[in-house]
Every structure is written in structure tokens, then in C-alpha cells.
């Protein structure tokens, strides 16, 4: 049986994701224990998913962020202490500095809403809708110093209808993040993600 993997979560908003890493552990058997959730904003929805699922939740606030350093070696202590072994970020708005990336390497996760390297930053889904892309979709990528150019993991391609509002769009990409990174966690828990040398993600067959 495989050993869970202990996670932190980052996040910033209502924690959708985090939900639905929440229901793979409980509906799916996904071999996963999230120790410790910190959220970037102490509004954020996503710290009431976490307490509602008896996961730790530390809220920091824009104050912690002046000296982004600070913030994420105060981080790393939270994530170190809970005994956290990767960190996944889920609608984490912040980028991440070295003090993070160093403490953790290449064991931190990001999702993004679209196909890497197409459509970098916090606006993926507007930018995509409005450039008039037939086929968007999902990434789930190794962060890095370099904002969304970290080794990809795993990619869903998710159709731009011709009828399609923003919304529309949005919702169809969200429900895709919330298979493919329980998916992509899964593949890590079990030892079968890998980078090599060339920095580019193999995924190992089921042994």
C-alpha cells in the first residue's frame, strides 16, 4: 500500500482545488494527507474548506508580503513543522521566491489554467478567450524561478466553443484542474514522477 504523501497547500481564494484534493483522499483513496493549508489572504474561502476538513490552516495577510523572503521562510517553517513533503499550490496569487523553491526542490507544484508555455500569468483564461484559441486547457507544472516555465507534469487540452462566454470557458477548465490534480498527485505519491537531466517530467508505468 502506498505511504501517503504529506502536502502543504498554498492558496489565495475560495480553494476549489483544495476541495478537490479533499474529496479524492476521502471518495477516492487517494494516498494523500494534507498536513497543513496557508493561505495568502485571511479572507480566503479556502481556509474555512481546510477547518470544515480538520486540516491546519495558517492566514497570513498583505503586512507578512512587504518582504517576500520573510513571508515564505515564515512559510517554510509552518509547512516544516507540520512535516510536509511537497507543496502543492492551488490558486496561490504569490509568486514564490528561492527561500521556498530551495527548501522544497523540485517538490513544489503549481496548476495553471492553460497549455504551457500559451498564455503565462494570472490572467490565462481571458487572455486565451479573447485571443480566440480554439483549444485551451490545464497544466500541472514544477515551479521554478521562472514564472510558469517549470517542467510540466501533465496537460488537458479543453475546447473553446463557439458559444462559449468567459464563464463558460472558466467553468469547464475549473472542472478539469479537479480531476487532473488529484490525478497528477496520485502519479507522485506513488514514486512515478520523475525529472531528468534534460529537466523534462517522465511518468514511470504502473509496476
Do not use: C, W
Request: charged share 25%.
Amino acid at each position: 500500500m502506498t505511504e501517503p504523501l504529506k502536502i502543504g497547500v498554498l492558496l489565495s481564494g475560495s480553494g476549489t482545488n483544495l476541495q478537490a484534493i479533499i474529496d479524492a483522499v476521502r471518495d477516492d483513496g487517494l494516498p494523500v494527507d494534507i498536513v497543513r493549508v496557508v493561505s495568502s489572504r485571511p479572507d480566503a474561502y479556502g481556509v474555512e474548506r481546510a477547518r470544515a476538513a480538520g486540516i491546519p490552516a495558517v492566514a497570513l495577510n498583505r503586512d507578512v508580503y512587504a518582504d517576500p523572503e520573510a513571508a515564505d521562510a515564515r512559510i517554510v517553517d509552518e509547512l516544516r513543522d507540520a512535516g510536509a513533503e511537497y507543496v502543492v499550490m492551488a490558486g496561490y496569487m504569490r509568486k514564490l521566491t528561492p527561500v521556498m523553491l530551495n527548501a522544497f526542490p523540485d517538490r513544489v507544484l503549481n496548476l495553471h489554467p492553460a497549455l504551457l508555455p500559451s498564455f503565462k500569468g494570472a490572467h490565462a483564461i481571458a487572455d486565451a478567450y479573447q485571443a480566440g484559441v480554439k483549444v485551451t486547457g490545464v497544466t500541472v507544472h514544477f515551479a521554478n524561478e521562472d514564472y510558469d516555465k517549470g517542467p510540466i507534469v501533465a496537460q488537458r487540452a479543453v475546447e473553446v466553443r463557439e458559444d462559449d462566454a468567459l464563464e463558460d470557458l472558466e467553468a469547464r477548465i475549473h472542472e478539469v484542474e479537479h480531476v487532473l490534480y488529484p490525478q497528477v498527485l496520485r502519479l507522485v505519491a506513488e514514486g512515478r514522477v520523475k525529472i531528468g537531466e534534460d529537466r523534462k517530467v517522465s511518468i514511470a508505468p504502473v509496476s
